[in-house]
């Protein structure tokens, strides 16, 4: 298998194209996912406080240290910064490496653009998107030019290699790029053959940011965890465009929604329990999809949105 990567500005890093997303893994189950992971080749862990796991993701990358398949410099950990830890970087980042059990990590990410009122490690870990006891989010007076610089602070501290956003908007990043001494390394954002915000993008792209697209499998896995949603709209499994390019390769329909986005030279954190997922996700690297068959793929998009804070719940408007 060969991995390919994408190189990050200003780090000079190289990022894998492919990586294993962390999020809605079993807690007891995630360190040997992890483990089996990182043995069927993945390098990059794509994960968050806000998933719950980040200490059994660490137990995962620890136990296959100890045992020679990697060391910790062939990794790539990405973490990311809770929204009540937007006035708190330092606290919120320690935080995320003490449970991994990590010296630092490849990447740490604001993982929503959206401060919340801070909630003490003492009173609850990982907060949520709620204050203890409130039903609704609530929302803290913290611009993103200060969380950007205490997340700055982090590089120059030698805690974090790369910084990045994830679910920004244009606007959002427009404005960063006009205050920061660090630019941004990488966009992390919901792109699927339903959603996929090409000239976003190209445009990020353009700036020397490197673009990962989440959810890679669409409405998958939140029609998996319930969202009504998610589960109105034809799995793209089931897509017949998609089906027929899958025939054509002889591939798997969760190849050819990988690879579209490979082909655009956009990252992937796919997410899957089984072993054999985890190598047949993997194995989107290993093909090229023709351009007749991209320009298909590229009919499909509807600007569907399934991971929304206002899908949630919340009253957070942020993609408007
Ligand atoms: P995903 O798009 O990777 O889909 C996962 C679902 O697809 C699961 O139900 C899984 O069983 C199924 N699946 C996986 N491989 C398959 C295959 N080969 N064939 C058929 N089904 C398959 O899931 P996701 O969790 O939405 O996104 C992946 C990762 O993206 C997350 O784990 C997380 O790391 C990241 N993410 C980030 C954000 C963010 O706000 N930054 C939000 C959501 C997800």
């Known amino acids: 298998m060969t991995i390919e990567y994408l190189t990050l500005q200003p780090s000079g890093d190289k990022m894998p194209l492919i990586g294993f997303g962390c999020a809605k893994i079993d807690i007891d189950a995630t360190p040997q996912v992890i483990y089996n992971a990182i043995k069927v080749g993945y390098r990059l862990f794509d994960g968050g406080a806000n998933y719950y796991n980040e200490k059994q993701v660490g137990e995962g990358i620890r136990m296959a240290i100890k045992d020679g398949l990697v060391t910790r410099k062939e990794v790539f950990v990405i973490s990311k910064l809770w929204c ?71 590089v120059e501290e030698g805690l974090a290699r790369n910084i990045g956003v994830s679910n920004f908007n244009a606007q959002m990043l427009m404005d960063m790029l006009a205050y920061c001494k660090i630019p941004p390394s990488l966009l992390q954002v919901e792109l699927h053959p339903y959603l996929q915000q090409d000239t976003y993008v190209k445009w990020v792209q353009k700036q020397g940011i490197a673009v990962t697209a989440y959810s890679s499998f669409g409405p998958a896995s939140f029609a998996a965890g319930g969202q009504k949603h998610a589960k109105s709209v034809e799995s793209l499994f089931d897509n017949p465009v998609i089906k027929d390019i899958a025939a054509k390769y002889k591939r798997a329909p969760a190849q050819v929604a990988l690879r579209w986005s490979l082909e655009r030279n956009v990252g992937v954190v796919p997410k899957s329990t089984s072993v054999e997922r985890m190598k047949t996700n993997l194995d989107a690297l290993n093909w090229k999809m023709d351009d007749e068959d991209i320009q298909a793929i590229n009919q499909l998009d509807m600007g569907l949105r399934f991971n929304d804070p206002l899908i949630k719940g919340w009253d957070l408007p942020i993609f408007l």
């Open 84 to 154: 009540t830890f937007h006035g708190n970087v330092r606290e919120g980042l320690q935080k995320s490496l003490d449970d991994l059990g990590l010296d630092y990590v490849d990447m740490y990410l604001i993982h929503f653009p959206t401060a919340l009122e801070h909630v003490p490690i003492e009173t609850k870990y990982p907060p949520g998107w709620t204050q203890p006891g409130k039903t609704q989010v609530t929302r803290a007076r913290v611009p993103m030019h200060e969380t950007w610089a205490q997340m700055e602070a982090m």
